[in-house]
């Protein structure tokens, strides 16, 4: 069939033999008529090699794998246009259906109709916003960089305002660096508001044209221009003053509340466009967590951060990223903790709402092991960002592994409403309440998004990895194993560190250790 073939050779099942395999036995069985064969137990047997006694509702890895079959098909037809025909795995069975393009219940299924009226009644029911970065229409400079500070500083702003959810920056520019459209992402976001608009200088003259658009019926709801004069150096004082000026326009189409307008700005030193370009690296860290990418953050970084004068942007930053090589095992800085801790601080002192700082303290206290004020700064931290993905993710997995499944549940379920395609950072809590209280379906499910997506990070093989095992499935687990150690070839030296900058207490990390080990790891 040459649906089942352009299938079979796509990227989404290039590096899925097993996937590839499973298809065309569903496929196979279908055409010749034999569909009563396609059961749980002839699947497991005759696919995934288990024995005669194989029993379905014991090992539920056809259940699993089904799942992910259809969730690559799903992938597959995101991407591009069905063939004649199109595939699909109805849920509850596994009996494949051959779907006309083109029909009503294929433009269902790949999204086109069905999306949209859901799409609609999300956007209407919600507050929700999506910042673009500014396009540079400057012919003679380089604004690249300040349309996107502009935009991850409007994002941050909003993000204060109750009741108003906000796609995350770093989150819009990775899409957009895939290959998607401002409309595109708009939709598979489901927001109700697009803010967008272009830069232009022309000597000492800036020129900012803002537009809010609605995201379902694409109809222009309103339009700002802003003049200033630019000198090329102070480049955040600018870009604070535009923002406040940008939100205060947009204030009565997004139902803002007013005190954001009332609050005095915090005092800064001069930045410089090392500064600037110190924030961008971190940024870049940010949207990818690739280890290259923070190596560039962090001597960026280290290049600006200045003890006598701090700038508390740049000092959180750099706290940040000494905490996150702790975390990982791979610091490459003496002292690494006790130094992002003190910048932390400095940050704080200079400005006591800067979410960067608060979860670079948080994170401290959480690698020393000290519950009392990690519940203290992770409070201050969601009370800061309250509608901020990035922020809510890295708060609820701190919180559900030093044991407070309730409120980290809570925040991880919010961070699951986002839909698919959200970061892959953000399935690690999802990934850790799962696996923590027993459902290893669905930890497999988060796991295998972090695998797909994070493909430079090693968390994703590493908890499939453990979960294969609980599930047991011993030869996904040894995949998982070996593509782990392509990642992080040093972990059976430094696999405790990495586990201790996961989970808070050490016997959640000596369990986890123990199933790795069960299946061929040995951890030193």
């Not at 029993?55 to 799903?74: H, I, Y």
């Not at 830069?199 to 003259?205: A, E, L, M, P, R």
């Amino acid at each position: 069939m040459q649906e089942l073939d352009a299938i079979c050779a796509s990227p989404v099942f290039a590096s899925a033999p097993r996937m590839r395999q499973l298809l065309r036995f569903l496929v196979d069985k279908t055409l010749k008529g034999e569909r009563n064969q396609i059961k749980a137990y002839t699947i497991g047997v005759e696919i995934f090699t288990r024995d005669a006694h194989f029993n379905p509702q014991a090992d539920p890895v056809v259940r699993v794998e089904m799942r992910r079959l259809r969730g690559k098909l799903q992938s597959y037809y995101s991407s591009r246009p069905a063939g004649e025909i199109m595939i699909d795995i109805p849920k509850g069975g596994y009996i494949p259906e051959f779907i006309p393009a083109g029909s009503p219940e294929c433009l269902a299924l790949t999204g086109r109709n069905a999306e949209l009226f859901q799409y609609a009644a999300s956007a209407a029911s919600n507050t929700s916003v999506l910042v673009a970065p500014f396009e540079d229409l400057s012919p003679d400079r380089d604004m690249t960089s300040l349309g996107i500070g502009l935009a991850v500083d409007l994002t941050a702003a909003l993000a204060e305002f109750p009741g108003l959810s906000v796609v995350g920056q770093y989150y819009v520019r990775q899409m957009i660096d895939n290959g998607y459209n401002i409309q595109d992402l708009a939709r598979q976001t489901k927001v109700g508001f697009v803010i967008s608009g272009g830069i232009q200088v022309q000597g000492s003259s800036l020129r900012l044209v803002v537009e809010l658009t609605d995201a379902v019926t694409g109809v222009l709801l309103c339009a700002h221009r802003f003049d200033y004069t630019y000198n090329g150096e102070e480049l955040f004082k600018l870009q604070d003053k535009i923002t406040r000026q940008v939100l205060s326009r947009l204030a009565d189409y997004l139902h803002l509340a007013a005190n954001f307008f009332q609050k005095t700005p915090v005092p800064l030193p001069a930045a410089t466009a090392e500064t600037y370009e110190a924030i961008l690296q971190f940024s870049a860290w940010e949207s990818s967590l690739n280890p290259e990418a923070m190596r560039k953050a962090r001597n960026a970084l280290e290049n600006v951060v200045d003890d006598k004068d701090i700038y508390p942007q740049t000092a959180a930053m750099l706290a940040d990223i000494y905490a996150s090589e702790y975390r990982h095992g791979s610091d490459h800085t003496p002292d690494a903790l006790d130094r992002a801790f003190a910048l932390a601080e400095k940050a704080l002192a200079k400005n006591p709402e800067y979410p960067i700082a608060c979860w670079a303290e948080a994170l401290y206290y959480f690698l020393r092991h000290d519950h009392k004020h990690l519940r203290q700064s992770l409070r201050r931290l969601i009370s800061l960002k309250a509608n901020y993905n990035n922020v809510l993710s890295a708060a609820a997995g701190l919180l559900i592994t030093s044991g407070d499944l309730d409120t980290g549940g809570e925040l991880a379920r919010k961070i699951a409403m986002q839909g698919d395609l959200m970061p892959w950072w953000h399935y690690v809590p999802i990934c850790i309440l799962n696996y923590t209280s027993g459902d290893y379906e669905q930890a497999l499910y988060a796991a295998m998004r972090m695998r797909a997506r994070g493909n430079n990070f090693f968390y994703g093989p590493l908890f499939a990895a453990a979960i294969y095992a609980r599930l047991n499935m011993p030869s996904e687990a040894e995949d998982s194993l070996r593509e782990l150690l392509a990642l992080y070839p040093d972990f059976p030296n430094m696999g405790r560190r990495a586990l201790n900058g996961l989970f808070f207490y050490e016997d959640t990390v000596e369990n986890f250790v123990r199933v790795l080990e069960d299946v061929g790891l040995h951890i030193s």
